[in-house]
């Protein structure tokens, strides 16, 4: 498991990321072509916010497999073909690892956090996760619960209490806040990816990685855990955190807000 150069790796995908408004401003259109089960799922979330990050996802979802098959207009009559699809293969139901059926030599990945959204598309597969800042803040205080049984090793546990436990600026979590952050979009990507469950996560070891995050600009870094190649990015205006895993590099692009 080591850090590798990104400057030699030829891109196999193609990652996005952005605020939940600007991808619901920015692609508007493609709204109208979100499947009978996407608008079923949309309307049973009880939060009007947290159903807007669901809709906006999976529409970032569809302009990252555009965007991967050389489509680089934001037409909305572009998005009927690519239609995705969710189906859960142990009970059917509409959820589980999402594919485009008109593009199947492709996969997709997506995430959606407060506020901000992710996706991914590759010719490989891929998972992403997202997770805002505010998600770690009872990490410190938890520490001393995190079992395998949530997820967590042993070795992983002792690398997080390393970290110290006090925010070094007022913007930011704590060091360990933030690495422990970093340690659980590793593992969402490698579960949205296939290589492990979300029952599994204790068996999974990712002590051996670099956990330190820099809060204070939007970075990358890539890493590697096997035959996998993690890229792991940080925006501190967005205040979030993010990985996405993949066997090939993924290139990593920031959807900007349309400015007024």
């Not at 965007?67 to 998005?79: C, E, I, K, Q």
């Not at 509409?94 to 996969?107: E, F, I, S, T, Y």
């Amino acid at each position: 498991m080591t850090e590798i150069n990104t400057a030699s790796q030829a891109s196999t995908g193609l990652a996005l990321y952005g605020e939940t408004r600007s991808i619901m401003a920015r692609f508007s259109g493609w709204l109208t072509h979100l499947t009978a089960d996407e608008q079923c799922r949309a309307r049973a979330f009880s939060r009007p916010a947290d159903r807007q990050d669901y809709v906006a996802a999976h529409i970032l979802a569809r302009v990252a497999a555009a965007r991967v098959t050389g489509v680089t207009s934001a037409a909305a009559d572009l998005a009927r073909t690519y239609a995705l699809v969710q189906r859960c293969e142990q009970c059917g139901g509409a959820h589980g690892r999402p594919h485009l059926p008109a593009h199947p030599g492709l996969h997709i990945s997506l995430s959606h956090t407060r506020g901000a959204v992710a996706a991914a598309c590759a010719i490989e597969p891929v998972g992403i996760d997202v997770e805002h800042w505010d998600q770690a803040l009872s990490v410190d205080l938890d520490l001393g619960d995190l079992s395998e049984d949530m997820g967590i090793t042993g070795s992983e546990r002792d690398r997080l209490a390393a970290f110290a436990s006090v925010a070094l600026t007022h913007h930011a979590p704590s060091p360990r806040a933030l690495a422990w952050l970093r340690l659980w979009t590793r593992k969402e990507s490698l579960v949205k990816v296939g290589v492990t469950t979300l029952s599994g996560l204790g068996s999974v070891d990712l002590s051996g990685l670099p956990m330190s995050e820099a809060p204070l600009r939007a970075w990358q870094r890539r890493v590697a855990h096997g035959i996998w190649s993690m890229t792991d990015w940080l925006d501190p205006a967005m205040r979030i955190s993010g990985t996405v895993t993949c066997t090939g590099a993924v290139t990593i692009e920031q959807i900007e807000a349309i400015e007024a």
